[in-house]
């Protein structure tokens, strides 16, 4: 049985409902349009559009929009990636029309005013600013780029200051048209609702809302040659970042990895490259890994920061790890203690309603399914520690990764 329900409307946008007896709501919208999605010369319109949201609609002005849901304590956001666009909402179970209302003003009735676009290329500009300020965050966008050049996904989700500054009306009127597929966008909802009664409040508002069929035709990046990069900064410490393409969401890998992540530099202090760069040799303050998954792609990287005389043994001490792990099966044991650890954190990551929420609005659109988590724990389950090896020596292959160094001049 499942612990979900969808309705689809006739205009193709989805409702998702998951049930909670708590009095209060977490929500989403989700749409299949992101960074990836822009034209050249246009990169970060998709995060300028999130912003231009919360201006001004045919309705409310900037004040009254901004106003709408935090006069009753809820709390409204959003964030763009390279392949989506998601606004949320926290509030008291009360106000959920409140907020559908809300939703589909700013989502549908955006009139993009030029004072407005001004005013926000502004902050942008702003944010690109202080994000290039912050090299433990910059250094991930200039290895993204290098590890898909020439292709969108490289581009900084921010754009930069050049096509950022010339942004305008028709480039926004031209992405959305091509971009806001009516029957890619997900309305979910956690809560104490009657889906009956949440599905006819959602036809009250959604349901006048034009069909768009239009298909996007994103292009699955090409092949990448390995190198390392060495950047003068003006910084006191050296940053490094290093990786290469990795499984796409839909892989049968995908859990595999996600599990060698965890054991080598996932979530706590008790993974390997942490034990051994940080307790055992003290010269990295911090140092993790991360995988992500993409329709069509995935990225795998380790960062970390360190004293510019102490990065090569810190690097060495990486490929120390990686070679351990393409050389040697996991024992018995120590696969047993790895699935128990990440089952662990991601039932408790369950207790975050509104990134699970947002996980299942994310899954219902690219699988048209939502798993659920003793089908998630089945999975990471069936790896086996040959998996584990056959892909070490495929994600971490030396021949297939980027290095990319910060180093102060």
């Not at 970060?44 to 900037?62: D, P, Q, V, W």
């Given at each position: 049985?499942?612990?979900h329900?969808?309705?689809?409307?006739?205009?193709?946008?989805?409702i998702?409902?998951?049930?909670?007896p708590?009095?209060?709501?977490h929500c989403?919208?989700?749409l299949n349009?992101g960074?990836r999605?822009?034209?050249?010369?246009?990169?970060g319109l998709a995060?300028f559009?999130?912003h231009?949201?919360?201006k001004?609609?045919?309705?409310?002005n900037?004040?009254?929009?901004?106003n709408?849901?935090?006069?009753?304590g809820?709390?409204?956001?959003?964030?763009?990636?390279?392949?989506?666009?998601?606004?949320?909402?926290?509030?008291?179970?009360?106000?959920l029309?409140?907020t559908?209302?809300?939703?589909?003003?700013?989502?549908f009735?955006s009139?993009?005013p030029?004072e407005?676009?001004?005013k926000?290329?502004?902050?942008?500009l702003?944010?690109?600013?202080?994000?290039?300020?912050?090299?433990?965050e910059?250094?991930?966008?200039?290895?993204?780029?290098y590890?898909?050049?020439?292709?969108?996904?490289?581009?900084?989700?921010?754009?930069?200051?050049?096509?950022v500054?010339v942004?305008?009306?028709?480039?926004?009127k031209?992405?959305t048209?091509?971009?806001?597929?009516?029957?890619?966008?997900?309305?979910?909802?956690?809560?104490?609702?009657?889906?009956?009664?949440l599905?006819?409040?959602?036809?009250?508002y959604?349901?006048?809302?034009?069909?768009?069929?239009?298909?996007?035709?994103r292009?699955t990046?090409?092949?990448?040659?390995?190198?390392?990069?060495?950047?003068?900064?003006?910084?006191?410490?050296?940053?490094?970042?290093?990786?290469g393409r990795a499984?796409?969401s839909?892989?049968k890998?995908k859990?595999?990895l996600?599990?060698?992540?965890?054991?080598?530099g996932?979530?706590?202090?008790?993974?390997?490259?942490?034990?051994?760069?940080r307790?055992?040799h003290g010269?990295?303050?911090?140092i993790?890994?991360?995988?992500?998954s993409l329709?069509?792609?995935g990225?795998?990287?380790?960062?970390?920061?360190?004293?510019?005389e102490k990065a090569?043994k810190a690097?060495?001490?990486v490929?120390?790890e990686?070679k351990?792990?393409r050389?040697n099966k996991?024992g018995?044991?120590?696969?047993k203690q790895?699935?128990e650890?990440?089952?662990g954190?991601i039932a408790?990551?369950?207790?975050?309603?509104?990134s699970?929420?947002?996980?299942m609005?994310?899954?219902?659109?690219d699988?048209?399914?939502?798993?659920s988590?003793?089908?998630?724990?089945?999975?990471?389950?069936a790896?086996?520690?040959?998996d584990?090896?056959?892909?070490?020596?495929?994600?971490f292959?030396?021949?297939?990764?980027?290095?990319l160094?910060?180093?102060p001049?």
């Amino acid at each position: 049985m499942t612990d979900h329900q969808v309705h689809a409307l006739p205009n193709g946008i989805r409702i998702l409902f998951k049930h909670s007896p708590s009095p209060i709501t977490h929500c989403c919208f989700v749409l299949n349009a992101g960074s990836r999605d822009e034209l050249p010369q246009k990169e970060g319109l998709a995060h300028f559009i999130e912003h231009l949201l919360f201006k001004e609609t045919e309705r409310r002005n900037t004040p009254q929009i901004l106003n709408r849901l935090e006069l009753v304590g809820a709390d409204l956001n959003a964030y763009t990636t390279k392949e989506y666009t998601c606004i949320h909402a926290s509030l008291l179970k009360q106000h959920l029309e409140r907020t559908v209302d809300l939703f589909e003003d700013i989502l549908f009735h955006s009139t993009f005013p030029a004072e407005e676009m001004e005013k926000e290329r502004g902050v942008i500009l702003d944010e690109i600013s202080s994000y290039l300020d912050q090299p433990e965050e910059a250094i991930q966008d200039d290895f993204e780029e290098y590890l898909f050049k020439g292709h969108p996904i490289g581009n900084n989700i921010l754009g930069t200051p050049e096509s950022v500054g010339v942004l305008n009306g028709d480039d926004i009127k031209q992405f959305t048209t091509a971009n806001n597929n009516t029957h890619q966008m997900i309305f979910a909802v956690y809560g104490d609702y009657d889906f009956k009664k949440l599905v006819k409040l959602c036809e009250k508002y959604f349901g006048s809302v034009p069909e768009n069929t239009n298909q996007k035709n994103r292009i699955t990046p090409g092949e990448v040659n390995s190198g390392i990069y060495h950047l003068p900064k003006a910084i006191s410490q050296t940053h490094c970042i290093l990786g290469g393409r990795a499984y796409p969401s839909a892989h049968k890998n995908k859990y595999g990895l996600l599990l060698l992540n965890n054991v080598l530099g996932g979530m706590g202090m008790s993974n390997r490259l942490n034990l051994e760069i940080r307790e055992k040799h003290g010269i990295a303050y911090t140092i993790e890994s991360n995988y992500t998954s993409l329709t069509d792609t995935g990225i795998f990287s380790i960062y970390f920061g360190t004293d510019a005389e102490k990065a090569d043994k810190a690097l060495k001490l990486v490929h120390k790890e990686l070679k351990r792990l393409r050389d040697n099966k996991l024992g018995a044991v120590q696969l047993k203690q790895a699935k128990e650890k990440f089952i662990g954190q991601i039932a408790l990551a369950e207790e975050s309603r509104m990134s699970l929420i947002v996980s299942m609005a994310k899954s219902l659109l690219d699988f048209n399914r939502i798993d659920s988590l003793e089908d998630i724990f089945a999975r990471i389950n069936a790896v086996t520690a040959e998996d584990l090896l056959e892909i070490s020596n495929e994600i971490f292959d030396n021949d297939r990764m980027i290095t990319l160094l910060f180093e102060p001049k």
